[in-house]
């Protein structure tokens, strides 16, 4: 059976209710996306704005519970707690992103992001919202400011994946005009009434008011390369902070646990494309093309560590305790 | 021959292929378990296959020869290209070139150019531009007006330009790091060690090879504690632990995850903890005849086969384990042992009721010719505790250098470097209109859409003005 986390003692209650406004803001943006109606954006903008702070309420709420119960830890150490987590640092980048670009289609993305997170962490039955007790290892001052930095550069490289998107569609357009010609002709001709059109119709419509609503190509390109500059600068200072923690609980600052290695990866992939811009022959694209990879490494190396290898780091396995 | 390879090893291609191969070699280590041992790899994947990982070095990769290989290309091509860059780079902020021509030539790509026409003489052109351009370059910082004909002048505004060397500090910063991870991996050492309840040790064993090391000074583990929430999660696991220096106790520190204690140079950490398999029995001896209470028990240590004294009539006995034991029977008993021989049958211990503090705990019994009891009182264990014991050489080298990176990638991302030209030169005289002719040139340190609506703004604001 289900089990839905929302209990008022522990803030989840308020962390689910959020989760109904992400899903309202989507559907917000979804139909922005299809009308071309700007109410639709804006009520889905203000919703956002305030599903981000009853977010911020509710890490109020879990945090002095945490304490309350004598955890005397903040609420970041398990898979709940990060997904949540997670999801508000997108909200977060989203609404900087949105203040300082007109973003309206990026909204979809986002919210698209922060919901799919929000959904496996209310839902998931790997991830309960009790605030259990920690191994001794994470009983330390270091893991607010390590994780803190560090989805502060996951929220980033979220972001730069949804522009990355828009920019691939834009740049397909743009270079292939007689291709995107071909799709806006097949959009016209489906029949939302034939079975099989019904399937692709949304998509290929998706596709074309992308491309009509995003900013333009130049605006893209910058925001990805800015966004991704800030990740970086945050997944290097996470990058070190946990290995000055490292150094102090485990005694050597670099043990090539899973993890570790996987931010390495991550830290490459995103190095890769800072220097890819001063490589001669290597356009924009291929640029965009990094991002969107970059942040499969960078979900890979936030749950796919955890799920899959165990290390020091599986807090996501549930009944698992790593080395102290 | 030497400048093609100075080219070779400074281009950033080379740095890109170099970063691609170091991630794939790491994900075969994250894939394939680091650091267990023969027999474990043997089991997972079989003998055959374990040979081929060995041989691929698949099993220790981050010590084999390819993966120390790479690292090394990537630090020479960090030391080539940054040689190769620096002195040009420092060149060019303490001495920028401010040829209008050169640069148009050489930036182009980047470079946004604005050609105007106005009738107004040069004076008044270039005052405007100041004015119209100092909100987001402030002063000029070449000024250019051919004084006697007082027709061509040109203004030179660069901002930032002083953080052009950020990125060189960045590797710089890098290059210290990976210094420092060098040191302590050529002067370090990483060991590991148990420590019995009591025990004094001086050897160490490494984490790479298990080879011992023989530590400066000796360690007494005094006692150990496991603290437990209610639940049962491990909260706390604490040692107490002595330095002794020639038989003296020089530091007495507990230490915790977390709270490693340093001493010379050395730091130990808890790693971890456990007890020992059980070698002995806990048998209390009670002398049934005797009423006073003071002699009346005693509490031995009892290893299987082996014979001890009761002290009561001079009687021995011995503590063993039945060889087939019955099922649901205890399996152990006692033999009494009179001249070196076993008397009468073993004496099989029964179970009794036994109310304590605690609650009811069962109480093995066994008695001798209503002279002594024996109670079985559990059995003795000895518990250690793991600590790694670490020689740290030089990590402050590693978090000066992560410091310089971060500082330096800080000001490389958020602060770019801007140059702005503005010339004006009179039209060919041949044109029939006596104009004054002006080219805004604008070049960014990178391609930002931003930047160049931030000219097109203040070139349009320009324009209003002429």
């Known amino acids: 059976m289900i089990h839905i986390n929302a209990s008022i003692l522990d803030g989840s209650f308020y962390f689910t209710i959020s989760f109904l406004m992400i899903i309202l803001s989507f559907l917000g943006y979804f139909l922005y996306i299809f009308t071309e109606n700007k109410l639709f954006s804006m009520a889905s903008f203000i919703i956002v704005i305030t599903a981000f702070a009853l977010q911020t309420f509710a890490f109020i709420i879990r945090w002095r519970y945490s304490y309350h119960i004598g955890i005397d830890l903040p609420p970041l150490t398990d898979l709940y707690d990060s997904l949540v987590f997670f999801a508000y640092v997108i909200l977060l980048g989203f609404i900087l992103l949105k203040l300082f670009y007109n973003f309206d289609s990026l909204g979809f993305i986002m919210t698209f992001i922060a919901m799919a997170s929000m959904a496996f962490a209310t839902i998931s039955p790997l991830a309960t919202s009790a605030i259990e007790p920690s191994i001794p290892a994470l009983r330390s001052y270091w893991l607010l400011y390590h994780i803190i930095s560090l989805f502060l550069a996951y929220g980033a490289f979220a972001a730069s994946f949804g522009i990355a998107i828009l920019f691939l569609i834009k740049y397909k357009q743009i270079h292939n005009p007689k291709k995107s010609k071909n799709i806006n002709q097949a959009a016209n001709k489906a029949n939302p009434l034939k079975f099989l059109s019904i399937l692709y119709y949304p998509f290929i419509l998706l596709y074309r008011q992308f491309i009509k609503l995003s900013p333009p190509i130049e605006t893209l390109d910058e925001a990805i390369y800015k966004v991704v500059v800030f990740g970086f600068l945050f997944l290097s200072i996470g990058i070190v902070i946990g290995a000055a923690w490292a150094d102090n609980a485990w005694g050597g600052y670099w043990s090539w646990d899973p993890k570790e290695t996987w931010s390495l990866i991550t830290w490459i992939t995103y190095a890769i494309f800072i220097h890819a811009r001063l490589t001669k022959g290597w356009n924009e694209k291929k640029m965009a093309w990094i991002a969107v990879i970059g942040f499969a490494v960078v979900i890979f190396c936030y749950l796919g560590v955890d799920l899959i290898i165990p290390g020091l780091h599986s807090y996501a396995t549930p009944g698992s305790t790593p080395i102290l | ?466």
């Open chain 2, 1 to 466: 021959m030497l400048s093609k390879l100075n080219k070779f090893f400074s281009s950033v291609k080379l740095a890109i292929i170099l970063f691609i191969l170091i991630a794939a070699v790491s994900i075969v280590g994250t894939i394939i378990d680091q650091g267990d041992t023969i027999s474990q790899y043997k089991i997972i994947y079989g003998n055959n296959v374990f040979h081929i990982l060995y041989w691929l070095g698949f099993l220790n990769i981050y010590n084999s020869w390819y993966f120390i290989g790479l690292a090394a290309l990537l630090i020479l091509t960090l030391i080539v290209s940054s040689a190769n860059r620096t002195p040009k780079i420092i060149k060019e902020i303490i001495n920028p070139d401010l040829s209008f021509d050169t640069a148009l030539q050489k930036k182009r790509f980047k470079a946004q150019y604005i050609t105007l026409q106005s009738s107004k003489n040069t004076e008044e052109l270039l005052t405007f531009a100041e004015k119209a351009f100092r909100k987001n370059f402030g002063n000029p910082i070449k000024d250019i007006r051919n004084k006697k004909d007082n027709k061509t002048g040109s203004l030179f505004y660069s901002k930032n330009s002083i953080f052009r060397i950020s990125p060189i500090i960045a590797h710089l910063g890098a290059l210290v790091v990976l210094t420092g991870v060098i040191l302590s991996a050529v002067l370090g050492y990483r060991s590991y060690t148990n420590i019995k309840v009591g025990q004094t040790i001086q050897h160490s064993y490494l984490l790479k090879n298990n080879k011992p090391v023989l530590l400066p000074f000796k360690i007494k583990l005094d006692n150990y504690v496991s603290k437990y929430y209610k639940d049962g999660m491990p909260k706390a696991y604490i040692s107490t632990l002595t330095i002794m220096k020639k038989h003296i106790g020089v530091l007495t520190k507990t230490i915790r995850v977390n709270h490693p204690l340093t001493y010379d140079g050395i730091t130990i950490y808890q790693a971890s903890f456990g007890h020992y398999k059980p070698t002995a029995a806990r048998i209390l001896v009670l002398n049934l005849k005797l009423k006073n209470k003071k002699n009346k028990k005693a509490l031995i240590y009892a290893t299987p086969g082996k014979i001890y004294n009761s002290k009561i009539n001079n009687i021995k006995f011995s503590f063993n384990f039945f060889k087939k034991p019955k099922k649901n029977s205890i399996p152990f008993y006692i033999s009494i042992i009179k001249n070196n021989k076993k008397i009468g049958p073993p004496l099989i211990f029964q179970e009794l009721p036994y109310k304590t503090k605690k609650g009811n705990m069962p109480l093995f019994f066994t008695k001798y010719n209503n002279n002594i009891a024996f109670i079985f009182a559990g059995v003795k264990t000895y518990y250690y505790s793991g600590v790694e014991i670490t020689k740290n050489v030089d990590t402050d080298i590693v978090w000066i250098g992560s410091a310089i990176l971060i500082f330096a990638l800080f000001f490389s991302f958020f602060f770019n470097q801007q140059s702005l030209w503005i010339r004006v030169t009179p039209s060919e005289p041949s044109e029939k209109d006596k104009t004054n002719k002006i080219e805004i040139l604008a070049i960014p340190h990178k391609k930002f859409a931003s930047f160049y609506s931030m000219i097109d703004k203040n070139a349009d604001e320009f324009k209003k003005n002429i």
